[in-house]
C-alpha cells in the first residue's frame, strides 16, 4: 500500500507544490506585456543558474532539441567534431552530427568510464581540423561525470568549442560557463529544473555566438540567432510553452533562493546516501570515482533480472527507477535524485530496491543499510562551502 509514485527516474522529476500550482495559472499571450515581465525575471535568473553574461535561449522542445539546435547553429556541413562517446548520450551527439552531414570523429570510451583531459589533449594535438568537442556534463545512461572543467581548458585555448549536454547537471551539479569556458551549454526543463518536459534552454559563448552568426542557419526552427534577436525583447521567435516558462519562473525562484550552493550540496549529499546505500546492500556501483550527482548506477548481481526488481519496487513499494540501456539492459538500475526529491525518497528507493532484489534472488546485504545511508548523507551536509568534493569542486 502505498499513496503515492515516487518518481526516482533521471527525468521526469517531481515536481513541487508551488511549480504545480504556477503552471495552472491562468494563460497570458506570449505577445503581451505580461509575458515579457515574466521573461526578464527568467532571463536574470536563467544567467545566474547557467554562469554566464549571455543571453540563455529557452526552446519548445525536449533537451535533444537543444542539442540539434547547437550542432545545425555552430557547425556547417563537411566540417569535423569530436564526440566524447562513453554512453547512449554521448552515440546521440554522433547521429544528431551525421545528419548534419559533419565529420564525426570519436573519443569512445567504455561505459563507466570519464573522458580524461589526456585524452581530448592527444586527439585536439593530432587533428587540427577538430572545429568542436561534444560532450555529456554528466552522461545518464551510465552515471558518469565528465571532467568539463579540465576539458575546457584544453579547448578554449584552442579554435575548438566546446559543446555541453548539461541535461542532467544544471541545477544538478556545478558547471559555470562562463567561468569554466564552455561554449555551448544545454539543458531540458524535466530533470534538474522541477518542471514537465517540454522545454528546452541553450546558452552560446561570445565566440559561439559569432561562428553562429556568420553561419548559414541549418534549422528553420531552431536559428539561434534569430531567436537571440526575439530573445533580448523578452519574447520568443515563436509561440512558447507560455505555462512551462510561468512556471520556471517559479522554480527559478526556488532553485535559487537560498543559492545554487545549496541545492549542489544536497545533490552531493543525496548521491552519497544512495552511493553508501547500494554499497551497504552488496551491490557495485556502476561509476566507480567520476559519478554524477543526479542518479546512481547501480549493477545487479549475477541472474537478477532487473526488469522483474523495477516492476516489483513499482507495484509493490510505488517507486518508480531506471533500468539499465542498451548493454547494461536487464543488468543495472539507475536511481535518479535529482529535482525536486529529498532524503526520504531515496531511502525508500533502497528499501524497495532491497526488498525486490530479495524476492527476486534471495541476495541481500547488512541489513542496516538505511543507518549506512543516511549516515553518509548527515555526513556530506556538513562539507562546508569551498572544500573540494571529489570529482568536482562547488568553487573554484
Ligand atoms: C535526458 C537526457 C537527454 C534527452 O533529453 P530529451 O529531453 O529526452 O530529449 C539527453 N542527454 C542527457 C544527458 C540526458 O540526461
Redesign the pocket.
Known amino acids: 500500500m502505498f499513496n503515492k509514485l515516487r518518481l526516482l527516474t533521471?527525468?521526469p522529476t517531481p515536481l513541487p507544490e508551488r511549480v504545480r500550482l504556477a503552471l495552472a495559472k491562468d494563460m497570458i499571450h506570449h505577445r503581451k506585456q505580461d509575458f515579457h515581465d515574466v521573461m526578464a525575471r527568467v532571463q536574470e535568473k536563467l544567467k545566474i543558474l547557467f554562469g554566464t553574461k549571455e543571453v540563455v535561449l529557452p526552446l519548445s522542445s525536449?533537451?535533444?532539441?537543444a542539442?540539434t539546435a547547437a550542432i545545425y547553429s555552430l557547425f556547417a556541413p563537411g566540417e569535423k567534431i569530436l564526440v566524447v562517446d562513453g554512453g547512449k548520450?554521448g552515440e546521440?551527439w554522433a547521429n544528431i552530427a551525421r545528419s548534419r552531414g559533419l565529420q564525426v570523429e570519436r573519443i569512445t570510451l567504455p561505459w563507466g568510464q570519464a573522458c580524461t583531459a589526456e585524452t581530448l589533449a592527444g586527439k585536439l594535438d593530432s587533428d587540427p581540423e577538430i572545429r568542436g568537442v561534444c560532450v555529456?556534463v554528466?552522461?545518464?545512461s551510465t552515471g558518469v561525470l565528465h571532467p568539463v572543467r579540465e576539458l575546457a581548458s584544453l579547448t578554449r585555448t584552442r579554435d575548438t568549442l566546446l559543446i555541453c549536454?548539461g541535461?542532467?547537471a544544471v541545477g544538478i551539479s556545478p558547471c559555470p560557463m562562463d567561468e569554466w569556458g564552455i561554449d555551448c551549454l544545454l539543458t531540458?526543463s524535466?530533470?534538474g529544473l522541477m518542471l514537465p518536459?517540454g522545454l528546452s534552454l541553450i546558452a552560446l559563448s561570445e565566440r559561439a555566438w559569432s561562428r553562429a552568426t556568420i553561419l548559414e542557419p541549418g534549422c528553420f526552427y531552431f536559428d539561434l540567432p534569430a531567436e537571440r534577436k526575439k530573445v533580448l525583447g523578452n519574447e520568443t521567435h515563436f509561440t512558447t510553452p507560455v505555462n512551462l516558462i510561468v512556471g520556471l519562473d517559479e522554480s527559478l525562484s526556488m532553485l535559487l533562493a537560498d543559492g545554487l550552493e545549496t541545492i549542489y550540496r544536497k545533490q552531493w549529499a543525496l548521491t552519497m546516501l544512495a552511493r553508501q546505500g547500494a554499497r551497504a546492500l552488496g551491490l557495485e556501483l556502476f561509476a566507480k570515482s567520476h559519478y554524477t550527482w543526479g542518479l546512481t548506477s547501480i549493477l545487479l548481481p549475477e541472474g537478477v533480472d532487473g526488469k522483474k526488481v523495477l516492476e516489483l519496487a513499482e507495484k509493490e513499494f510505488g517507486v518508480a527507477m531506471a533500468g539499465g540501456q542498451d548493454k547494461l539492459k536487464g543488468r543495472a538500475i539507475r536511481i535518479g535524485h535529482m529535482g525536486w526529491v529529498d532524503w526520504g525518497d531515496v531511502l525508500a528507493g533502497l528499501y524497495a530496491l532491497d526488498r525486490s532484489i530479495l524476492a527476486c534472488s534471495g541476495f541481500s546485504g547488512s541489513r542496516d543499510y538505511l543507518e549506512q545511508a543516511m549516515a553518509a548523507y548527515q555526513a556530506a551536509l556538513t562539507v562546508t562551502p569551498g572544500d573540494p568534493l571529489p570529482a568536482v569542486r562547488i568553487r573554484s
Do not use: V
Open positions: 533521471p527525468g525536449s533537451g535533444t532539441g542539442m548520450f546521440r555529456q554528466s552522461e545518464t549536454d541535461i542532467s531540458g524535466q530533470k518536459p
